[in-house]
């Protein structure tokens, strides 16, 4: 048998601090479900003094995993944040609290202002104060990539003395080149005492497109966690990507001597939801899960795959969820069809949930005939998104054409019930609806990016569109909206990138 690798998920962390990647409580829960099917071992579910929202997704994130996956909480070495994360942990069945202090001369001079004695002292005291209140701690040596071995050595032990259960060697900045990182990850294990009773774990960056590979030498040199999210979110240029992991494992298990227990038949949609969610985009020719990952165009590799598969393909595309996409079902499809279809895509969606996802659906299928999995992901999403609205879509208008000036007419309900109209003229006929918008909702914001992507394929598909909005603090919210209109998608996106803005400001008025 060879090692199990643990697969410890940050999606909704690491993943979620990604600019412009923010998602509420609901949206996490959403991915923490999928999380689950895909029978990762650790989920990192928040860091909860950051905010009452991440402190609350936390908790909900532990009651729902209950014996199913460790859920892990960051918290920095500072008394208070251990409390908090304890707390939002009272209830789960496996906790884990993840502390941890930086230990790069840049991270110890310039950023935290400590000596290494004081460094070696945090890090004593931030495992034992979390050790009073669950078993399994683990500890990150921030920007581990950039640090003396020798201090490595001394601090990894210290934590390892104190209590850890795990300790992560993070290339925080991406700054490492494969070889060298294995070699730091065989320093350890040769230089620190009972480090082999431990669970070494590797958290890595993708500044310099290295990710992954950073993340197999790490295995290669004896970690046995790694730390990943979907699609590789994350600060920057991104996290480690756990489809490119795991199946890099599977298609090399011997020579690792290493596997893990994912289930690798969710990729794909685990791909697309929290790409959904978050706006967040995969790019084409994204290993594994992107659009072109299985697509052949010259006709030679055509001819081989034709052939046998592998001639040039070293992944059967079933083994990752994809080319799976069915027509499901039709108007003439009833309730307990759809509700039967989502329970098989992961969404258990009851009563008035239900009925409003219904109605979606008959709507759409009489636009377009078939309704593909896609189709219900997205307007299970389009109904998430509608939930905590500050304003929703009543009505909108558009005309334009050559040579008219582009107007829109737009109506909006708040949530006081009240129903208010306007129009705008503008440049195009999006701008014209945000500027309508504005006029409503009055909120100081930039748009600095607009995309739109069908769902499916044909003239008659969803459009789905993303908006990223900047308020003047700089934060970034992201807005996605799915309709058979565009118009009517981006007047959708355009108001979910507002309402996130508006439910922020919000939260942190608290
Ligand atoms: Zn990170």
Redo the contacts with the bound molecule.
Sequence with gaps: MTRKIQIFD?TLR?GEQSPGASMNTEEKLVVARELLRLNVDVIEAGFPISSPGDFESVRRIAELAGDQATVCALTRAVEKDIDSAADALKYAKRPRIHTGIGVSPSHLQDKLRITEEECLKRTAHCVSYAKQFVEDVQFYAEDAGRSDYDFLVRVIQTAIDNGATVVNI?D?TGYSLPEEFGRRIKYLMDNVNGIENVTVAV?C?NDLGMATALAMEGVKNGATQIECTINGL??RAG?TAMEEVVMAIRMHEQELDAHTDVNTREFLKASRLVSSITGMNVQANKAIVGANAFAHSSGIHQDGVLKKRDTYEIIDPADVGAGQSQIVLTARSGHAALKHRLEELGYELDGEALDQVYGAFLDLADKKKEVYDEDLESLVNERDRNENAIYMLEGVQISCGFPLTPTATVTLRNQADQVVTACEFGTGPIDAMCKAVDKIVQVDNDLTEYAVQSVTRGIDALGEVTIRVTDPSGSIYTGRGADGDIVVSSTKAYLNALNRLLNDKKEHRR
Excluded: I, Q, R, V
């Design positions: 940050t690491d993070p925080t958290h960056h994350g600060e996290n």
